[in-house]
């Protein structure tokens, strides 16, 4: 069954540092897509990163880059020189493309980043 | 990336009535469309999956006859919460994704959410 793992519920970090997210899925269909997303207080999803199942090297975003370690079923979100409005809920999500075409969630790590 | 426009950003009513939420497509054609919904400080549960002209498909738990789906056309989809309860009170979000749209034919655009309050 298609299965999102976030196992951070809250995380810190200091302005100007690094911080990984993890993220952890299950899947049986060959072909899927990995997704990050933030959402802040306001409720807005905003798409971070995306990792194609068949892609050789990891997504780049700006700040954000995603350590995909497909063998480990990881897809970790790396966010480089936190600032003060990364603080918000971020979400792994994969979609499968020919199992069940579902979008599906992780349970969400919320970051604070401070001083 | 493509716009997604959902309607209401929030709506409060009253016990016993029924509430429509609309999400729209602005710029590309939605061929699927996923209804979430949100408690506080927790995660998008998926409520259901539509695809233009066929019934949506519910997920485990998710009463289809209280949460009706409605995706008619290639550009809006409709959940309407029927006989609406203090407990269906909650943050509900679309999104939409179509063909040639987004990353690797996967991504998914998300409408605002509309938070609805049943009193």
């Known amino acids: 069954a298609q299965k999102i793992t976030q196992t951070q519920p809250g995380m810190f970090v200091q302005e100007k540092e690094a911080v990984t997210l993890d993220c952890t899925y299950d899947?049986?269909?060959?072909?899927?897509?990995l997704f990050w997303y933030k959402q802040p207080s306001s409720g807005e999803m905003i798409f971070l990163i995306y990792?194609?199942?068949?892609?050789?090297q990891n997504a780049t975003e700006g700040r954000y880059s995603l350590n995909f370690q497909k063998a480990r079923k990881s897809a970790n979100l790396v966010i480089s020189a936190s600032q003060l409005g990364d603080s918000a809920m971020y979400f792994c999500?994969?979609?499968?493309?020919?199992?069940?075409?579902?979008?599906?969630f992780g349970t969400g790590t919320r970051l604070q980043v401070f001083p | 990336g493509a716009v997604v426009s959902q309607h209401p950003s929030w709506v409060i009513c009253k016990s016993g009535t029924s509430v429509k939420i609309e999400c729209r497509s602005l710029?590309?054609?939605?061929?699927?469309m996923f209804w979430y919904r949100q408690f506080p400080k927790q995660s998008l549960m998926l409520m259901a999956t539509?695809?233009?002209?066929?019934?949506?498909?519910?997920e485990q738990g998710v009463e289809k006859d209280k949460f009706l789906i409605n995706h008619a056309s290639l550009t809006l989809s409709t959940l309407t919460v029927t006989s609406a309860h203090p407990e269906d009170s909650s943050f509900y979000i679309c999104?939409?994704?179509?063909?040639?749209?987004?990353?690797?034919?996967?991504?998914?655009?998300f409408g605002q959410g509309t938070r609805l309050t049943v009193v």
């Open positions: 710029d590309f054609q939605a061929t699927t």
């Open positions: 539509s695809n233009e002209g066929s019934k949506a498909t519910y």
């Open positions: 999104s939409a994704s179509g063909p040639g749209q987004g990353k690797g034919n996967t991504e998914a655009f």
């Open positions: 990792q194609g199942s068949y892609d050789q």
């Open positions: 999500a994969m979609r499968e493309l020919y199992n069940t075409d579902k979008l599906i």
């Open positions: 899947t049986s269909d060959p072909s899927y897509g």
